[in-house]
């Protein structure tokens, strides 16, 4: 295996800029207008508040998030790669603890500013994770992993084709060579017959 340490860097830095992002964007914005982002993040404060609310526990959001991630880590270090999902879970572990450190802070109480700044900055967090080879983990994980399931099925099926056509070729060539062979054969067999045809008349003649 190659190891490139510009990329290593790149992915590692990006990924790490991009959990601060998403932490300090959930302490000040997702936070303060009381909304659930979509993925695992929103998953996570969703149960850290209705533990908050109905049963008067506090739960860390990292053990949450950890428990919640746990599955998709196990399928995708199998099935997608073991560099991509270790950056990425180690993106998520960044992301969680630094979301229970990070002070809350809200910035503003409007809803509608939360809503449209909150999910840009998100965003611009999930691509930074995508531009350097990784993810911010939870559903992106399950994206990814179907993503490259259909891919593989996709060239399995190419494969599969291409062989069926080439099989196909390959019969059609060997039929026409048997056919080529055939007229062969019977034509020499014709040309040998007259050759003795013409032999025995010629013979014949010159007893006469």
Known sequence: MNFDLKTEVKRMGLGLISALIMAVNIKTLVRAGGLYPGGFNGITLLIQTICERFLNLQIPFTAVSLLLNAIPVIICFRAIGK???????????????????????????????????????????????????????????????????????????????????ETVETKKNKESETVETKKNKESETSETKKNKESETSETKKNKE
């Open 83 to 165: 560099k991509f999902t270790s950056t990425s879970a180690l993106i998520v572990i960044v992301t969680s603890v630094l979301t229970d450190l990070v002070p809350y802070h809200p910035i503003t109480d409007d809803i509608l500013l939360i809503s449209v700044f909150g999910g840009i900055i998100n965003g611009f967090a999930i691509s930074l994770c995508l531009i350097g080879g990784a993810s911010a983990g939870g559903t992106d994980f399950i994206g990814i992993y179907f993503a490259e399931k259909k891919n593989k099925e996709s060239e399995t099926a190419e494969t599969k084709k291409n062989k069926e056509s």
